[in-house]
């Protein structure tokens, strides 16, 4: 049976008789039926009957189902209400718009609204580059996506997304310092989505784009930063090209190997195995080959769209032609990011000695974590049940931070490399081991660093390609 987990925390209130043993018993059969009991709250008490509320992780709904008739199968006692606290977390969504000016009296009014705010427009239609400083776009990410290529989930709309971009929205805050709002487009049609996101983008000062399927992630992505003046990240591909690399920087050090010197195979070859082996090289990688449905991608063969061909056309210069199971052996580092379950540890096994396995397929990774660490030295995944868990929440909120700070209009490749190799660096070399070769989400200093590597990288550009920005300098006049 699959472990109880937090994202399946039920309370049940329960009502029992009076007595000690009544509650121990409860309890007890909680965690008979496989539930982990994280707490026991009484609710009201008489002198014959006590409510309790028992908070536990279950595995799924109908483990939760199974410990409430559990519960009732016991004398006495009766399960009166089932709460998930999931669900309970999502009531009435999980961000909102708070003011940042005091609005107390008419003085107070006057300046934030009528007659005050219309010198600020004036300012701002005199010199467009203005409203960066003198609005909410100073500090503002739109979260845009159609709902089609949802992590796990797959196409289930842009209602159903909501929830997804909510939670993003909720990290860029609490991780980046980074106001950002979902904009969820009911359609799939890649000039509609375009023509939207331009027509919005006066409000913000980048857009993250979020699970909008392959191959149109591509172009909608490549469009929007080649006619905005404001940067343009699709998550999927570079959020996790990023943590990848800074994952694989510190790997390879755990192992004594050069980026340069290690065969690497990457399965998945869709937006985010693009970005990972376009990243990769970028770094020095040279020896890659990527692995679609249809077995190794190699020049000459017909390889569905030009991104498959551009991987083809500058990776595996041996001309491999084989299966992934077969591209595995001798191999010194393993890349997943495509289905789960399609290796095994034996698989694993055929590469050499020293192997990296980064099994990053959600929920269910391509080989099982614990099969592959017994001849693999260093095992990742994307989930946090297990070490060294590949999280894009490691990228996004410090990426945007450097990219607003420095009023940057274009996201470059380098300022993305620089971003890994920050992410990297906030592990120490006293830290360092095969369980431990990225820091955890919850790290501070992550979001700094990325931050401040972007932020010098943007700048640096800026310095160089004078004419890529119109941004005011800091001594926007004010008092138009």
Same mark, same amino acid.
């Given at each position: 049976?699959?472990?109880?987990?937090?994202?399946?925390?039920?309370?049940?209130?329960?009502?029992?008789?009076?007595?000690?043993?009544?509650?121990?018993?409860?309890?007890?059969?909680?965690?008979?039926?496989?539930?982990?009991?994280?707490?026991?709250?009484?609710?009201?008490?008489?002198?014959?009957?006590?409510?309790?509320?028992?908070?536990?992780?279950?595995?799924?709904?109908?483990?939760?189902?199974?410990?409430?008739?559990?519960?009732?199968?016991?004398?006495?006692?009766?399960?009166?209400?089932?709460?998930?606290?999931?669900?309970?977390?999502?009531?009435?969504?999980?961000?909102?718009?708070?003011?940042?000016?005091?609005?107390?009296?008419?003085?107070?009014?006057?300046?934030?609204?009528?007659?005050?705010?219309?010198?600020?427009?004036?300012?701002?239609?005199?010199?467009?580059?203005?409203?960066?400083?003198?609005?909410?776009?100073?500090?503002?990410?739109?979260?845009?996506?159609?709902?089609?290529?949802?992590?796990?989930?797959?196409?289930?709309?842009?209602?159903?997304?909501?929830?997804?971009?909510?939670?993003?929205?909720?990290?860029?805050?609490?991780?980046?310092?980074?106001?950002?709002?979902?904009?969820?487009?009911?359609?799939?049609?890649?000039?509609?989505?375009?023509?939207?996101?331009?027509?919005?983008?006066?409000?913000?000062?980048?857009?993250?784009?979020?699970?909008?399927?392959?191959?149109?992630?591509?172009?909608?992505?490549?469009?929007?930063?080649?006619?905005?003046?404001?940067?343009?990240?699709?998550?999927?591909?570079?959020?996790?090209?990023?943590?990848?690399?800074?994952?694989?920087?510190?790997?390879?050090?755990?192992?004594?190997?050069?980026?340069?010197?290690?065969?690497?195979?990457?399965?998945?070859?869709?937006?985010?195995?693009?970005?990972?082996? %376009?990243? $990769?090289?970028?770094? !020095? =990688?040279? #020896? &890659?080959?990527?692995?679609?449905?249809?077995? +190794?991608?190699?020049?000459? @063969?017909?390889?569905?769209?030009?991104?498959?061909?551009?991987?083809?056309?500058?990776?595996?210069?041996?001309?491999?032609?084989?299966?992934?199971?077969?591209?595995?052996?001798?191999?010194?580092?393993?890349?997943?990011?495509?289905?789960?379950?399609?290796?095994?540890?034996?698989?694993?096994?055929?590469?050499?000695?020293?192997?990296?396995?980064?099994?990053?397929?959600?929920?269910?990774?391509?080989?099982?974590?614990?099969?592959?660490?017994?001849?693999?030295?260093?095992?990742?995944?994307?989930?946090?049940?297990?070490?060294?868990?590949?999280?894009?929440?490691?990228?996004?909120?410090?990426?945007? %931070?450097? $990219?607003?700070?420095? !009023? =940057?209009? #274009? &996201?470059?490749?380098?300022?993305?490399?620089? +971003?890994?190799?920050?992410? @990297?660096?906030?592990?120490?070399?006293?830290?360092?081991?095969?369980?431990?070769?990225?820091?955890?989400?919850?790290?501070?200093?992550?979001?700094?660093?990325?931050?401040?590597?972007?932020?010098?990288?943007?700048?640096?550009?800026?310095?160089?390609?004078?004419?890529?920005?119109?941004?005011?300098?800091?001594?926007?006049?004010?008092?138009?």
């Amino acid at each position: 049976m699959a472990m109880p987990s937090p994202s399946y925390t039920i309370t049940l209130r329960v009502e029992v008789p009076a007595s000690q043993r009544a509650t121990s018993t409860v309890v007890g059969a909680v965690a008979e039926a496989g539930a982990a009991v994280m707490g026991v709250d009484i609710a009201h008490s008489t002198t014959t009957k006590l409510i309790v509320d028992v908070t536990c992780d279950t595995v799924d709904v109908e483990h939760g189902e199974e410990v409430v008739a559990a519960l009732n199968a016991l004398e006495g006692v009766k399960v009166l209400k089932m709460s998930d606290s999931t669900f309970l977390m999502h009531l009435g969504g999980k961000i909102e718009v708070n003011a940042k000016v005091p609005l107390k009296t008419r003085r107070d009014l006057s300046r934030a609204y009528t007659p005050g705010v219309a010198r600020v427009c004036l300012a701002i239609a005199a010199n467009p580059a203005d409203a960066r400083r003198l609005t909410i776009k100073r500090n503002t990410v739109a979260v845009v996506t159609d709902g089609t290529a949802v992590l796990g989930l797959g196409d289930i709309g842009p209602a159903a997304a909501l929830p997804v971009m909510e939670g993003k929205a909720a990290l860029f805050k609490q991780f980046g310092g980074v106001d950002a709002w979902p904009v969820c487009l009911d359609t799939k049609d890649t000039e509609e989505i375009i023509s939207i996101v331009k027509a919005l983008a006066p409000v913000y000062g980048g857009v993250n784009l979020e699970d909008i399927s392959a191959p149109r992630c591509f172009e909608i992505e490549a469009r929007l930063r080649d006619e905005l003046d404001i940067p343009v990240f699709h998550d999927d591909q570079h959020g996790t090209a990023i943590v990848v690399l800074a994952a694989l920087i510190n790997a390879l050090k755990v192992v004594d190997k050069k980026l340069e010197d290690v065969r690497i195979i990457v399965s998945g070859v869709g937006a985010a195995g693009n970005a990972i082996i %376009r990243l $990769l090289k970028a770094q !020095g =990688a040279q #020896h &890659i080959i990527g692995f679609g449905r249809g077995g +190794a991608l190699h020049r000459g @063969a017909t390889n569905g769209d030009e991104y498959r061909n551009w991987i083809a056309n500058n990776t595996n210069e041996e001309g491999f032609t084989g299966s992934l199971k077969e591209g595995l052996a001798g191999a010194d580092v393993f890349i997943g990011v495509s289905a789960g379950n399609i290796l095994t540890g034996v698989d694993v096994a055929t590469m050499n000695d020293g192997a990296v396995v980064f099994a990053l397929a959600n929920p269910t990774p391509e080989v099982d974590p614990i099969d592959a660490a017994e001849t693999a030295a260093v095992v990742a995944t994307g989930r946090s049940d297990y070490p060294n868990q590949i999280n894009n929440v490691l990228a996004f909120p410090g990426l945007f %931070r450097g $990219l607003l700070d420095a !009023g =940057a209009s #274009h &996201i470059s490749d380098e300022m993305l490399r620089v +971003a890994a190799v920050a992410i @990297a660096g906030v592990v120490s070399a006293d830290e360092l081991n095969s369980a431990f070769i990225i820091p955890g989400v919850f790290d501070h200093r992550v979001a700094e660093a990325v931050a401040e590597a972007v932020r010098a990288e943007a700048e640096s550009y800026l310095t160089k390609h004078p004419t890529a920005t119109e941004a005011s300098e800091p001594g926007v006049t004010l008092t138009r």
